[in-house]
């Protein structure tokens, strides 16, 4: 069965910090890798997508990185703002198929 | 502006009403997709429509019903017949693409989404 596990489940830090949020996945055959940044009440919105042939990719103080041997993809977030409150989601998909298999996210807290 | 669109924000049903939720997009996306997001749980796909006047059950289909008379509309209505609709529901839309001989879906962009209370 095609999961994807995301750890931790939710984290709070200082304003400044920085993090890393961790996914692992068993989509087979894979193709490709999401990470998603949903706000309270609203939509998610794509912040990266890697093939497996990609093992880094970033996107501003954003930085995803992927392991295709060992299934597993981070999500690294440089000198937090207070509008990186939210739920980060990762979604992946297999060769040829149409539908994705979604994480179950990672709430995170900035403070100030 | 281009987007994807869904209205209304928040919708109330009673017990035993029929509910249809809307979905919009001027993106000229091919394929489009209803999710329900519950708390602690990864979306789950209820429906998908990868043409005009096609669709497809996904994971979760009982209880919903959908049509694709058009490319830019897909709607969504909540039966009756599901048993537990509160919940948040996102549409979403992409093109699928083909690279390096392999059909795969281009990323989806969602929708701002509706919360379903069933009261």
């Known amino acids: 069965k095609n999961q994807v596990e995301q750890s931790p489940q939710s984290l709070i830090i200082l304003e400044g910090k920085n993090c890393t949020l961790q996914?692992?996945?068993?989509?087979?055959?894979?193709?490709?890798l999401r990470w998603y940044k949903q706000d309270t009440g609203r939509g998610p919105v794509s912040l990266t997508i890697?093939?497996?042939?990609?093992n880094t990719k970033s996107n501003g103080r954003y930085t995803a990185t992927l392991d295709a041997d060992t299934k597993q993809s981070s999500l690294h977030i440089t000198a937090s703002q207070l509008s990186d409150s939210a739920s980060y989601i990762c979604?992946?998909?297999?060769?040829?198929?149409?539908?994705?298999?979604f994480g179950t996210g990672t709430r995170l807290t900035i403070i100030p | 502006d281009g987007g994807i669109t869904q209205s209304p924000k928040y919708l109330f049903r009673k017990e035993g009403q029929n509910v249809t939720l809307s979905c919009e997009q001027n993106?000229?996306?091919?394929?489009m997709y209803w999710y329900r997001q519950d708390p602690g749980q990864g979306l789950r796909l209820i429906y998908y429509?990868?043409?005009?006047?096609?669709?497809q059950k996904g994971d979760i289909a009982e209880g919903y019903s959908v049509s694709r008379e058009k490319k830019e509309s897909f709607p969504l209505t909540v039966t009756s017949a599901q048993k537990n609709p509160t919940a948040f529901y996102l549409c979403a839309s992409s093109t699928p693409r083909t690279s390096g001989g392999t059909l795969w879906t281009d990323t989806q962009y969602f929708g701002p989404g509706t919360r379903l209370t069933v009261l």
């Open positions: 890697m093939t497996f042939s990609e």
């Open positions: 996914c692992n996945y068993t989509v087979s055959p894979f193709s490709n």
């Open positions: 429509s990868q043409i005009v006047n096609d669709f």
């Open positions: 979604v992946v998909s297999g060769e040829g198929n149409e539908k994705l298999t």
């Open positions: 993106l000229n996306h091919d394929a």
